[in-house]
């Protein structure tokens, strides 16, 4: 894959950056495609998992998440089951995750209307999904997405916090952030560029203290601490971070 977005000669500046938002997005996706899997880091076999996983990943980590999941399914494996558990044995079993009582709540309540309303299937549309409850746009897309393969933009904390930093964006109420979002990018790439945008925040672009020179998008990220240094070094550093070779061309 090429570093560059194909352009006329004129256009490579060596100093130049991305000057619209709208191409600061496209090159972003193009650079985490290099350093960043196109897979979530919930695990799961079918959407019911899935629905498990993320609702218990809400303000939590997706490995506590995984662990507490895996319990959970070894004693619920379908939605009748969990449908019918005991609330308070739920409650034991995730007890070590945060705001256990209502998650709890919320998956017994939800795998209830699966089976009275879906047939104990989850639903393929946003808007059935939102009527799950404990389902709100962020988990109904990460679903969608993951889940189902339908074009989907998932705006938790990590995608938000790169996305202001890269200044796609300019608040950070999500639906604002997914509306805009949708407009930077074709619709095939909302998920794999939300899933890649959720890594670099765990990972790279930490909330207090970004490691920019680890980061591929160091030469063109408006906040990047890298900014005193001459572009042909960060380039240099974004080059050797994904391998492309020295004499490839990086300028957008």
């Not at 880091?41 to 019911?48: C, G, M, S, T």
């Not at 916090?161 to 890269?166: E, F, G, I, N, Q």
């Not at 939300?194 to 408006?222: E, K, Q, W």
């Not at 890298?226 to 990086?250: F, N, Q, S, Y």
């Amino acid at each position: 894959m090429s570093w560059s977005e194909k352009s006329s000669p004129c256009s490579r500046s060596a100093e130049r950056t991305p000057g619209s938002a709208a191409r600061r997005a496209r090159l972003t996706a193009r650079r985490l495609a290099l350093v960043h899997p196109e897979r979530s880091e919930l695990e799961f076999r079918n959407p019911f998992q899935l629905l498990v996983a993320v609702v218990l990943s809400a303000q939590s980590t997706d490995r506590m998440a995984n662990r507490l999941a895996r319990v959970l399914l070894m004693r619920y494996p379908e939605p009748a089951a969990l449908a019918a558990a005991d609330p308070t044995e739920v409650e034991r079993m995730i007890r070590p995750i945060g705001f256990f009582r209502t998650k709890s709540r919320s998956l017994i309540a939800a795998t209830r209307m699966l089976m009275d309303r879906y047939g104990g299937k989850v639903p393929k549309t946003m808007e059935d999904l939102l009527r799950l409850p404990g389902v709100g746009r962020k988990t109904a897309n990460a679903i969608l997405g993951v889940g189902f393969g339908v074009p989907a933009m998932t705006t938790d904390r990590h995608l938000i916090r790169v996305a202001l930093r890269l200044q796609l964006i300019s608040d950070a109420n999500p639906e604002s952030v997914e509306t805009h979002l949708h407009r930077l990018l074709p619709r095939g790439q909302w998920t794999p560029f939300s899933i890649r945008m959720t890594l670099h925040g765990r990972y790279v672009c930490l909330a207090r203290r970004p490691l920019c020179d680890r980061c591929v998008l160091n030469d063109f990220c408006p906040s990047s601490t890298t900014a005193d240094w001459p572009m042909v070094k960060r380039r240099e550093l974004a080059r050797l971070l994904t391998h492309t070779p020295i004499g490839a061309a990086v300028s957008p």
